[in-house]
Nanobody, 129 residues
Framework: RVRLVESGGGSVQAGGSLRLSCEAS????????MGWFRQAPGKEREGVAA????????YYDDAVEGRFTISHDSAKNTVFLQMDKVKAEDTALYYC??????????????????????WGQGTQVTVSS
């Protein structure tokens, strides 16, 4: 059974840093796209960052561009989200996902044209201002 297990969430003060990890089991992260989505209370789930590990192509929402970095370690079959200079608006439940189709929009956001095949259960990130 495919499993995506997130870790690294927690509470952090605005301006601080956090590193999220997503370890995949029974699934090679190099198969297709990997990424992070987030959902805050009362808001829709949105794409944060995505990567095609096999070729290195990355995608970022403009709200996190320059502050967050998505990366991977094939040997550990793990995808990371380095979150720096966090803001209160980054507070959300962060989900790891696999096998989708990220598309950049004209306003700097991105969406997925194909629903992810696999989802993690989420890890909470809370930023205090």
């Amino acid at each position: 059974r495919v499993r995506l297990v997130e870790s690294g969430g927690g509470s952090v003060q605005a301006g601080g840093s956090l590193r999220l990890s997503c370890e995949a089991s029974e699934y090679d992260i190099n198969t297709d796209s990997m990424g992070w989505f987030r959902q805050a209370p009362g808001k829709e789930r949105e794409g944060v960052a995505a990567i095609y590990p096999r070729v290195g192509t990355t995608y970022y929402d403009d709200a996190v561009e320059g502050r967050f970095t998505i990366s991977h370690d094939s040997a550990k079959n793990t995808v990371f989200l380095q979150m720096d200079k966090v803001k209160a608006e980054d507070t959300a439940l962060y989900y790891c996902a696999a096998d989708f189709f990220p598309v950049k929009t004209s306003d700097g956001r991105w969406y997925t044209a194909k629903q992810p095949t696999y989802w993690g259960q989420g890890t909470q990130v809370t930023v205090s201002s």
